[in-house]
């Protein structure tokens, strides 16, 4: 079960951190994924992280601007999504994955939260 919160509206340049609370004891063992959803374009895969948070990947049009991060203790994965821009716009949604790596298939899915950066 993954709950994403932290999305609202603002302006270009500015700043959101996204979290994504997981329940269950295997959230350690989990890769962990950020995907993003614009108004009529496909689901994109944004950020992901492997279990210890060693390995990481960024698509290249957030590479710089956004930082995913995990805290196993806490159950916690975060979005620190920095420098938006207008085509950040999108649902993002929270994904965990129970094969541990970050380029795994990803079977659960949060509920999503809406980002908007306007001009």
């Known amino acids: 079960h993954l709950v994403e919160s932290g999305g609202g509206s603002v302006q270009a340049g500015g700043s959101l951190r996204l979290s994504c609370a997981a329940s269950?004891?295997?959230?350690?063992?989990?890769?962990m994924g950020w995907f993003r959803q614009a108004p009529g374009k496909d689901r994109e895969f944004v950020t992901g992280?492997?279990?210890?948070?060693?390995?990481?990947y960024y698509v290249d049009s957030v590479k710089g601007r956004f930082t995913i991060s995990r805290d196993n203790a806490k159950n916690m994965v975060y979005l620190q999504m920095n420098s938006l821009k207008p085509e950040d716009t999108a649902v993002y949604y929270c994904?965990?994955?129970?094969?541990?790596?970050?380029?795994?298939?990803?079977?659960?899915w949060g509920q999503g939260t809406q980002v908007t950066v306007s001009s």
């Open positions: 994904a965990a994955n129970i094969r541990g790596t970050w380029h795994s298939t990803y079977d659960y």
């Open positions: 992280i492997n279990w210890s948070g060693v390995s990481t």
């Open positions: 269950g004891r295997t959230f350690s063992s989990y890769g």
